[in-house]
């Protein structure tokens, strides 16, 4: 059964801690995502990773960072988590060629 | 770099009416298209993409057009049901593996 899984599902951080997000998929796909959303501005890419330790800067990159040491799990850190940081958090992945992203279920992180 | 938007924001609808989501991109380079659908608390799943060199893409009571010239996409679904209430997401990508998504819209088809 082709998966992606996020860990938490949900998440309460005061300003200032550290997030740890977590995503893993069974898939074997070379490529994963996050991306955050946000209502009324859909989805907006953070990162992309093209496979283990070969990460690029999407179109919102401030304020954090990724981390891809085996292939099945693609980690977003915030480092001293801001306010605007609160938002829901989705990781997908793709098989490199393929063109369908398969996502995870979602991280809803909230930051006071 | 690329930007897509899709309009309406949201749609409340009857159930059996038919609906029209529309998707404009800028980028040129993009090629690809897909659409994915997001049930209330659910994960987004794929439900229809189209090719730049295509027209046209039907599945069941979902229509895709794709309009090179204009950079214009429409999502047509007839004889909306409950169940196809979400919101609906168009997405554009190059021959990349960089997805931009629209701002989505949100469907509601009242029984």
């Known amino acids: 059964d082709m998966k992606v899984t996020q860990m938490p599902r949900y998440l309460i951080k005061r300003m200032g801690e550290n997030v740890l997000l977590e995503c893993g998929q069974d898939m074997s796909h070379e490529t994963m995502y996050w991306y955050r959303q946000d209502p009324g501005l859909g989805l907006q890419l953070i990162y992309i990773?093209?496979?283990?330790?070969?990460?690029s800067e999407g179109d919102i990159p401030k304020g954090y960072r990724v981390s891809r040491k085996k292939r099945e799990h693609f980690s977003l850190i915030l480092d001293s988590a801001k306010t605007n940081q609160t938002s829901v958090y989705f990781c997908?992945?793709?098989?490199?060629?393929?063109?369908?992203?398969?996502f995870g279920s979602g991280t809803r992180l909230t930051v006071l | 770099g690329e930007q897509v938007e899709q309009l309406p924001s949201s749609l409340i609808v009857q159930e059996g009416a038919s609906v029209l989501i529309n998707c404009s991109y800028t980028d040129s380079a993009s090629v690809y298209f897909p659409w994915y659908k997001q049930e209330p608390g659910k994960r987004l799943q794929f439900i229809i993409d189209i090719r730049s060199n295509m027209e046209r893409k039907q599945n069941q009571r979902l229509t895709l057009l794709f309009d090179k010239k204009t950079k214009h996409l429409s999502l047509h679904i007839t004889a909306t049901q409950p169940g196809d209430s979400a919101i609906y997401f168009c997405s554009a990508s190059t021959n990349t593996d960089k997805v931009v998504f629209g701002t989505g819209t949100r469907l509601q088809v009242s029984p």
């Open positions: 990773s093209y496979d283990v330790d070969s990460n």
């Open positions: 997908a992945s793709r098989r490199r060629g393929a063109e369908t992203l398969y």
